[in-house]
């Protein structure tokens, strides 16, 4: 079905309101997601983008309902990741030959994942141009590394839609296609887990590629990306927030995150989290045990704050996996700026701070010399609030 997004630009995307989960499970999805494809009707029929390929059948023949496919002209791939070249197979099955305009990455993974090089690609650059009648014209943006080597984004003179693909989507299903129709403060969320996530790795080349965007001059009237929900009231703010967002962005918040084997490490965290606010009433202060967290959302905690203090105890000479596992998926993240404490309890030889330590250092995080090490069980008695106030200090201040 078309759903009209502006004059002759209409959605012909996919919500995906079953979806769980993305890049394998690296990704948690708490209330779906899109897969948004865009047909232009101009004086020439453009299609940008597809969808993923469990949903290909119903894109091509939904397509194929509403016009026929042999009048579409150009097909944009913003990007080749599969979650948007997915129907490309069996849509280029029906009108083969049709042009694909493309970085000159994206014929590589195109290639790659399709073994297609007979398909008829057309590579394109910044600031190179198509006509598609009626006096307008795609200008394309190469998007290198946001979040692929392949990736660009497609913009529309005339109507003045950027037709961003992954950069200022979210992972969030809205039926109503519009960001003023959609739940506020749930957008937000899940505009923020998704920079966090995805793009802070990318956060220095994000921040000079809004600079060279902004400085194209181009009005933006409009950011149709290809996840969530489309910008088209105030569109700027989602990029004033990823002007924010990309500069080693941090909130007044420190995030204590733990897992523990008999709830030793627990009552640290908790005394810990207890200084931290006293210390300094006004910092947001959240605890997250991973054993019950979604590690999206704990990256999202991380992504807001100026510190963490990370918790195990020391199993088999080292760290509990759930915490390991975790500092490997955070040191992705190329986190930059923030400061890090390590805690924990031992019985017996006591390296899970040093391991803490070695994690958080390869993660990019500046670590303070504190540190609560506790052999066997604490107590909250004065002696353990002390050493939480100790490492309180050295973490706020
Ligand atoms: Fe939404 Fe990078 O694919």
Not at 75 to 96: F, K, R
Not at 105 to 117: E, I
Request: glycine share 6%; proline share 4%; aromatic share 10%.
């Amino acid at each position: 079905m078309l759903r009209n997004v502006k004059n002759n630009v209409s959605w012909v995307g996919h919500i995906d309101w079953e979806l769980d989960s993305f890049h394998g499970d690296d990704y948690s999805i708490h209330n779906g997601s899109s897969q948004n494809a865009y047909l232009i009707q101009e004086e020439k029929t453009i299609l940008i983008d597809t969808v993923w390929k469990p949903h290909s059948n119903d894109f091509v023949n939904n397509l194929k309902q509403e016009i026929d496919l042999k009048t579409i002209d150009y097909i944009i791939v913003n990007h080749g990741e599969v979650d948007h070249s997915g129907a490309l197979p069996q849509l280029l099955d029906e009108i083969p030959g049709t042009p694909i305009y493309c970085t000159a990455n994206a014929v590589k993974s195109l290639t790659g994942q399709y073994h297609r090089p007979d398909w008829n690609f057309n590579v394109v650059k910044t600031g190179d141009t198509l006509d598609i009648g009626n006096g307008k014209q795609l200008i394309f943006v190469e998007m290198r590394m946001l979040h692929w080597p392949d990736s660009m984004a497609t913009y529309m003179t005339g109507d003045n839609i950027l037709f961003s693909n992954d950069a200022f989507g979210q992972h969030f299903a809205v039926e109503e296609l519009f960001n003023d129709k959609a739940d506020q403060c749930m957008l937000m969320a899940e505009a923020i887990k998704y920079y966090a996530n995805i793009l802070t790795p990318f956060s220095p080349l994000v921040k000079n590629k809004l600079k060279e965007v902004i400085s194209l001059g181009l009005p933006i009237d409009m950011i149709a990306p290809s996840h969530g929900a489309i910008w088209r009231d105030n569109p700027m703010q989602i990029v004033e927030k990823y002007q924010e967002w990309s500069d080693n962005y941090q909130t007044d918040q420190v995030t204590v995150i733990y897992d523990t084997m008999w709830n030793g490490t627990q009552t640290l965290a908790h005394n810990i989290a207890g200084a931290l606010n006293k210390l300094s009433p006004e910092t947001r202060v959240k605890v997250c045990n991973l054993a019950i967290s979604d590690k999206n959302d704990v990256v999202t905690e991380i992504f807001r704050s100026k510190a963490i203090v990370v918790g195990s105890p020391t199993v088999s000479n080292d760290i509990l996996s759930s915490v390991g596992g975790f500092l490997h998926f955070v040191r992705e993240m190329k986190f930059k700026g923030k400061k890090a404490g390590v805690f924990g309890c031992y019985g017996w030889s006591g390296e899970g701070n040093r391991v803490l330590r070695e994690m958080l250092e390869r993660a990019g995080f500046d670590l303070v010399e504190e540190e609560i090490k506790c052999n066997w069980n604490p107590v909250s008695d004065d002696n353990l609030r002390a050493e939480a106030d100790k490492l309180a200090t050295s973490i706020i201040s």
